[in-house]
């Protein structure tokens, strides 16, 4: 599966913020299932998300970490920060998951990296959360962070 191209085969064109109200339009992208690229040239940015992939990888490892000991704990107070700790690992899974393939093509469709997402992940999978993971990627691009708490 080639998760750079929209399912549909519609072709779609990308429109890259120039207000306000464009930066919106663009946000929702994700949810829309429009295909995002990054801007032609712009070698900060990239170098900005490959640090940042770099941090995702940290932070999953952590988390991993964490899910190991909470699941070898015979505590029942570590059930809820056992599910705390599997929500956080798979969103970094989920962030490292799309920056990665951003970065290794250029751009991403939703539907489609949803798709290799579900195939490619493991056995949990959440939509939620990898949706959510998809808006924040694309607020890091497109604003540094700035809509969201946690980038």
């Known amino acids: 599966m080639n998760f750079d191209q929209p399912i549909k085969q519609s072709p779609k064109k990308v429109e890259q913020p120039t207000s306000p109200k464009k930066l919106e339009q663009t946000m929702n992208s994700w949810d829309e299932g429009k295909t995002f690229e990054l801007p032609r040239g712009d070698e900060e940015l990239r170098r900005k998300l490959s640090k940042k992939l770099e941090e995702y990888y940290v932070r999953q490892t952590e988390f991993q970490k964490k899910l190991e000991e909470y699941r070898n704990s015979n505590e029942p107070t570590?059930?809820?920060?056992?599910?705390?700790?599997e929500k956080n690992f798979l969103d970094a899974s989920y962030k490292a998951f799309i920056l990665n393939k951003l970065l290794e093509n250029g751009r991403i469709n939703p539907v489609a990296i949803t798709n290799l997402a579900l195939s490619q992940l493991p056995d949990h999978f959440s939509k939620d959360v990898f949706d959510l993971a998809g808006n924040v990627i694309m607020d890091?691009?497109?604003t540094g962070g700035k809509n969201t708490k946690t980038t």
């Open 140 to 142: 890091y691009c497109l």
């Open 78 to 85: 570590e059930l809820g920060l056992f599910e705390e700790a």
